[in-house]
DNA sequence: GCAAGGTC
């Protein structure tokens, strides 16, 4: 008798692409009870041994089925101090809106001998898995649980690791369910405590959230350490949101997952098949085949491998007619840089000129292209910015034909753009690249900051101090985060944002900063070491409990001296909120 | 009324 398997992917698209593949085309489709974006998808599918012949049921969850909550007795502000939140009981319950689709997974496992995860390789993803086994072991105690592994959706790839199924890595999981427990406690005892200590200053901080998150405390950081230094404005080049796009595209089916974790292909990608697919654009396609027919390079590893993400590449052709202007630069970019990667080298010969003129030493340096290679495809980067220079030999004098004095002068960076925000959250490990916007969003919804588009042409700011005497708190100056998602977004879609701290968040930061702490909240540092030690927990080279017991520890103590100081905080927002001092 | 992380 055929067995029955359930496999669970992480979001819909996914359940539906796997099915696709290895169902050949051939499945029903089921909506479920309570949810309209999961489906189920059944079909038969012939796995390796022990299973063989199955009969597949392919659903989804929607990301996370579940989030840590205090208990009901501390759920309430005035049901304790804030500082029993870091040992207050927590317990994981399904969220409100997932508890159709973990019905709908319950009612599947009851009657399938195993069940196959398919979340995304990531850390998330594998903490994503567990709790689908959990729901799962919930109808069905003897379900056996494996998990595929797979970073793109390439019908050879999903096939394979249709058969090759390994187990769910709970390092992995455990991490992530620290990291979730530190967030919450943290989270909720800093934003109870800030909040209710800075009420009793009245004014506009009488009833208002003054929330703090490892990540969004940050990243308000950053803004605001950016801003005396804002004097004038600096004109820069538009920037066009393009992630966003790029997601589209990968949504579509063009291109793999736009992450940027990685920048080693695996050796057993076949690259050749994906340039193939390239040969009849009309534009690149020609160049696609000098590699097919030769050209081909395996690409050099970077240093970066997350082990989940390939590095991004076209999956499959679209003709650049079917794609909207935006999408089509995108996609263009994507594919021209991937036939790049898979391309020789360019070879080139410099000649660096040292000339003494006077007193003074002034050097050039020129460059001829020998053999084009990748610059051929990859029409983003010349080598033909430098200047052609005429042949010297050492020690040679001669006379110039002009010699000017040009006069100009070195300008202060102005505010954080976004683009600025974003690589400097990157860098620091706050956030992913999935939540950094949200990040953005929070600390302009607390109205921390807010956002302007940087124009061009010469306006000045404040150059005392903090640079803004217009950004107050109030009401008045609160632009919110009602752009869903939108960090920093808006405008023409040309114009770059820039992000200028409200006299709170100012406040906030100094306050903090004020307080005396080996490592302030507003400083990146010790979320980048729950970064590190995540990692470490990821490799088993520490455990779960000592993670989380000693970074609670470190943070009591954090707690303790805010408390202390909490004088300093105050003096802060009364400098800046009430005394509106820049 | 708190966080950060998924996804729609």
């Known amino acids: 008798m055929a067995r029955k398997i359930l496999c669970v992917a992480e979001k819909p698209s996914i359940a539906k692409s796997v099915a696709q593949h290895l169902s050949g085309g051939h499945f029903n489709t089921h909506s479920i009870r309570g949810n309209t974006f999961v489906k189920n998808y059944e079909f038969d599918f012939n796995f390796s041994p022990p299973w063989g012949q199955c009969s597949v049921t392919m659903t989804s969850v929607l990301g996370h089925l579940t989030s840590l909550e205090f208990t009901q007795a501390h759920r309430q502000w005035n049901s304790c101090s804030p500082g029993q939140l870091f040992d207050a009981p927590v317990e994981t319950e ?7 689709i973990a019905a709908n997974i319950a009612s599947q496992a009851k009657y399938a001998g195993a069940l196959f995860i398919w979340t995304d390789c990531d850390r998330e993803g594998e903490h994503i898995g567990s709790e689908v086994r959990q729901v799962a072991f919930e109808s069905n105690r003897t379900i056996e649980v494996k998990r595929a592994k797979f970073s793109n959706t390439e019908r050879a790839h999903i096939i394979r690791a249709a058969q090759n199924p390994v187990n769910l890595d709970d390092r992995q999981v455990n991490a992530v369910a620290a990291r979730i427990e530190l967030d919450l406690r943290l989270g909720a005892a800093f934003t109870r405590y800030t909040t209710l200590s800075l009420r009793s200053l009245g004014g506009d901080l009488a009833d208002r959230v003054i929330s703090y998150g490892s990540c969004q405390f940050p990243t308000l950081g950053f803004v605001v350490d950016r801003a005396p230094k804002a004097w004038k404005q600096v004109p820069q080049d538009g920037q066009s949101k393009s992630h966003e796009i790029a997601e589209d595209l990968y949504n579509k089916g063009w291109i793999s997952y ?46 970066q491998n997350d082990q989940a993400h390939p590095p991004i590449h076209p999956v499959n052709y679209v003709a650049s007619h079917s794609l909207a202007d935006d999408e089509r630069r995108v996609y263009e970019f994507v594919v021209r840089r991937f036939l790049a990667c898979c391309s020789e080298d360019a070879t080139g010969e410099s000649t660096t000129v040292d000339i003494q003129y006077g007193d003074e030493t002034f050097s050039a340096t020129g460059l001829i292209v020998l053999e084009r290679n990748y610059l051929v495809v990859y029409t983003y980067e010349k080598w033909t910015s430098s200047q052609p220079l005429p042949k010297f030999t050492l020690n040679e004098s001669f006379e110039p034909t002009e010699a000017n004095i040009t006069e100009g002068e070195t300008t202060a960076p102005g505010y954080l753009t976004e683009p600025e925000l974003i690589s400097l959250m990157d860098a620091n490990g706050i956030g992913t690249d999935a939540t950094m916007a949200d990040h953005i ?16 042409g010469a306006q000045t700011n404040g150059v005392n101090g903090r640079g803004n005497r217009g950004a107050r708190v109030g009401r008045g100056s609160s632009r919110g985060a009602s752009s869903a998602g939108g960090a920093g977004r808006g405008g023409d879609g040309r114009s770059v944002q820039q992000f200028i701290p409200t006299t709170l968040g100012v406040a906030l930061i100094e306050g903090y900063d004020g307080i005396g702490l080996e490592s302030s909240l507003g400083k990146p540092f010790l979320r980048k070491e729950m970064e590190i030690k995540m990692k470490e927990i990821c490799a088993g080279t520490k455990s779960r409990n000592d993670f989380v017991h000693e970074t609670l520890e470190l943070y009591k103590a954090i707690f303790v001296r805010t408390q202390q100081q909490v004088g300093v905080l105050k003096a802060a927002c009364r400098k800046y909120v009430f005394g509106g001092q820049p």
């Not at 399904?94 to 159709?100: E, F, H, L, P």
């Not at 736009?258 to 076949?270: A, K, L, N």
């Not at 390239?278 to 050099?300: E, I």
């Open 441 to 456: 969003a929070k600390i302009k919804e607390r109205e921390y900051v807010m956002t302007q588009p940087r124009t061009g």
């Open 258 to 303: 736009p992450r940027t974790e990685t920048d080693t292909f695996d050796q057993g990608m076949d690259l050749k098949k994906l340039i193939e697919r390239q040969s009849q654009d009309h534009a690149w396609g020609g160049y696609a085949q000098t590699l097919l027919r030769g050209g081909f390079q395996q690409p050099r590893g970077g240093r």
């Open 94 to 100: 399904v969220d409100k809106d997932k508890k159709a």
